[in-house]
């Protein structure tokens, strides 16, 4: 099986890539290659899904917010008791 062999199915309005699981099975590193070049490939067997293999979700790098603040605001930091009497007086402005 090569990576064009397999064929496609519309399914929620986008088209899936499927593949038999023998054809899986038999050629799992062209189901690999689809995979990692963002497509998402529907095993069947007999003719239902059985398995959808989907790229592994991306990991999201946050901004270091503590070091933007201390970049911001130095190592000036209120105490826990500073910070709730302004959040208590801001609650009444909302």
């Known amino acids: 099986m090569e990576v064009d062999s397999l064929s496609s199915v519309k399914q929620a309005g986008e088209v899936m890539k499927t593949a038999t699981v023998t054809e899986a099975g038999l050629d799992f590193l062209s189901v690999l290659k689809l995979v990692e070049t963002g497509e998402e490939v529907q095993v069947v067997r007999e003719g239902k899904p059985v398995a959808v ?14 070091a933007r603040l201390r970049e911001t605001f130095g190592e ?11 959040r208590d007086s801001n609650r009444g402005e909302r």
Do not use: T
Not at 58 to 65: A, M, Q, T
Not at 76 to 86: F, Q, R
């Open 53 to 66: 293999i989907s790229p592994a979700p991306r990991s999201v790098k946050h901004p270091d917010y503590l």
């Open 76 to 86: 000036n930091v209120l105490s826990s008791e500073a910070s709730a009497a302004i």
